[in-house]
């Protein structure tokens, strides 16, 4: 048995658990970002229309298509004194946190609709480098180790880390940042507090790249090899990618995943508006909401590697996942039949956030879970291939990542238009009527796109048995 083999049948130490699961928390503050403040931001603050917000991430989303797997293959291809994926982790870090920056203090001498062009701008470099680091930097679950509940394992790590980094910057934004002034009553037009917020997630990214790629650098002599070296063209290399890819189990989990970043990206891209202007929650208590995650983060820690144990993968994925995605939009359809509390009444907050913090937790449950789906896809498409592609797969991951803000932001978009959202509303300045016609068009989406999610899911085949068997016949068993 190789030194490689055996170093991947190894039991993963904490420690490394931990430096692989920090990564995450980079790509965690820039999608917490994008997720919930881009559209607020650009729409109700900046003045920009609602429909070309969701435009620019659109045409940002069809670079993503071209990139993301073309990142994933190079990543997968390089030969390095550093391997195959530190290079492009060290090389994204400072570029990725300046480009955060900037997507918070647009140029001073836009206003409104002129905004669109930089808008378009900064979304392709920012995803793009973001991509760069992270296809690289998540695909070593699949190289640091062969164990089916491992991979479960450290992805429950890097989802945890994910998940809390981007909610510690939220949490930190709405209670420190986006604050009243004299001047503005509502902190969420607090300008000031987002171009803030620009430097502080600017820097933690940084920080957190070069951590973990610092932290797993060690590993780097027992990671796998890439493939031969061919002679490679652009046909070459999508042919390549799609044979790869070519399988019922990817399509399975790329058709669920698109579904479900669907309808998340809807969810999280509105989550605001719900929170602002239907339950008229304070800055104050959107700022607990935003930690709430905290601890449904730390519940999925617990809860997802036991389910990935007992139930199995796809199972406990489907499962979580018809729990977690029909709760998400029970609290406006309660609302919408007057079954909430009233605004402004104390039970209204409590009821609100204990919904939240089970809901939230069983999503990440259900991420981990189909991520790490992702990862046994490896050993059956090298079995095939005779090529690693780690790096392909987790591109697809990425991508499926980006779909939230793009289509996801599209459908938000769509919503705010067809129920005549007023750009720039105030708290209480929105009718009932305009609210009412919001939940509308809000609930249906998110279930109807949920629920093709849990349908696609049904078709993937990996099991933990064929896992095994993959390995054997490679000769890993």
């Known amino acids: 048995m190789s030194e490689e083999v055996a170093a991947a049948k190894r039991p993963v130490s904490i420690w490394t658990k931990c430096t692989y699961g920090f990564g995450a928390a980079a790509y965690g503050i820039k999608n917490n970002g994008f997720d919930y403040f881009f559209l607020i931001f650009y729409s109700q603050v900046m003045g920009v229309s609602a429909y070309l917000v969701s435009l620019a991430l659109l045409i940002a989303l069809t670079f993503d298509a071209i990139s993301d797997p073309l990142i994933g293959y190079v990543s997968d291809n390089t030969r390095s004194r550093w391997g ?3 290079p492009y982790m060290y090389a994204a870090a400072l570029p990725v946190a300046i480009g955060y920056f900037f997507v918070w203090n647009p140029p001073a001498n836009l206003t409104g609709d002129e905004l669109f062009p ?3 701008g900064i979304s392709i470099v920012v995803r793009t480098l973001i991509t760069l680091y992270e296809i690289p930097s998540s695909a070593l679950v699949a190289e640091i180790t062969d164990d089916y509940d491992e991979r479960t394992s450290m992805l429950t790590y890097r989802s945890f880390f994910g998940w809390t980094g981007g909610t510690l910057m939220a949490t930190a934004t709405t209670l420190l940042l986006l604050v009243p002034t004299p001047e503005i009553s509502n902190g969420m037009f607090n300008v000031e507090g987002f171009n803030q917020m620009g430097l502080l997630g600017g820097s933690l990214i940084f920080i957190v790249v070069i951590g973990s790629a610092l932290g797993t650098h060690g590993f780097i002599p027992n990671l796998k090899e890439p493939p031969p070296r061919r002679q490679l063209s652009v046909k070459r290399i999508y042919l390549e990618i799609f044979e790869t890819l070519a ?6 989990l790329f058709l669920a995943a698109m579904c479900g970043a669907i309808g998340s990206g809807v969810a999280a891209t509105l989550s605001y508006y719900v929170y602002t202007f239907i339950f008229e929650f304070s800055s104050q208590q959107i700022g607990y909401i935003s930690i709430s995650v905290v601890l449904s983060a730390i519940i999925a820690f617990v809860v997802a590697p036991w389910i990935g144990r007992t139930l199995g993968k796809k199972r406990g994925a489907i499962l979580v996942g018809l729990f977690a995605f029909t709760i998400v939009p029970a609290p406006v359809i309660l609302w919408f039949f007057g079954l909430m509390p009233a605004n402004g009444s104390p039970e209204l907050f409590p009821l609100y956030l204990c919904i939240i913090i089970v809901d939230v937790s069983l999503i990440i449950t259900y991420q981990v879970m189909s991520g790490s789906m992702i990862a046994d896809l490896v050993e059956e498409a090298e079995l095939r291939t005779e090529r690693r592609s780690e790096g392909v797969f987790f591109a697809s991951v990425t991508f499926v990542r980006k779909i939230t803000q793009g289509l996801g932001a599209a459908f938000a978009g ?12 105030q708290p209480g300045e929105v009718s009932n009527e305009v609210l ?5 068009v809000y609930a249906p989406t998110l279930l109807t796109v949920w629920m093709l999610m849990i349908l696609c899911l049904s078709m993937y085949t990996v099991d933990r048995t064929q896992h095994e068997e993959n390995l054997k016949a490679l000769g890993r068993g």
């Not at 399988?247 to 399975?252: E, R």
């Open 118 to 120: 930089f808008i378009v």
């Open 84 to 86: 195959r994926r530190h």
């Open 436 to 440: 009412r016609d919001f939940v509308v």
């Open 247 to 252: 399988t019922k189990s990817f399509l399975a």
């Open 414 to 425: 769509l919503i705010l238009t067809v129920s005549q959202f007023p750009a720039g509303a």
